[in-house]
Nanobody
Framework: QVQLVESGGRLVQAGDSLKLSCAAS????????MGWFRQNPGKEREFVAR????????DYADSVKGRFTISRDNAKNTVYLQMNSLKPEDTAVYYC????????????????WGQGTQVTVSS
């Protein structure tokens, strides 16, 4: 069982930076691939970034590539999403998710989800 708690979301202006954190419980955190997704009302949850359980591989949605960076600290059971050069279209609720020994962009592959943190980017 893994419990995830996101934090760090807030209102920012276009061009600003923001770092989201996702704290995980459970001693097997290092066995889980981690992902960040985002969702707006009435829209499907979309992939943002993912990282393997070892941290060796990372992948990003085209819309955030070059601006966002996913990282993890297995000693602290925490995964991060550094977001730079934020745009109004980045506004969404951001979720972190855990998938046991998976490296996936698919929502259905993730067993555990946080409650989400709101990021709002004003123009």
């Amino acid at each position: 069982q893994v419990q995830l708690v996101e934090s760090g979301g807030r209102l920012v202006q276009a061009g600003d930076s923001l770092k989201l954190s996702c704290a995980a419980s459970g001693r097997t955190f290092s066995s889980y691939g981690m992902g960040w997704f985002r969702q707006n009302p009435g829209k499907e949850r979309e992939f943002v970034a993912r990282m393997t359980y070892s941290g060796g591989n990372r992948d990003y949605a085209d819309s955030v590539k070059g601006r966002f960076t996913i990282s993890r600290d297995n000693a602290k059971n925490t995964v991060y999403l550094q977001m730079n050069s934020l745009k109004p279209e980045d506004t969404a609720v951001y979720y972190c998710a855990a998938a046991y020994r998976r490296f996936s962009q698919l929502v259905v592959d993730y067993e555990y989800w946080g409650q989400g943190t709101q990021v709002t980017v004003s123009s």
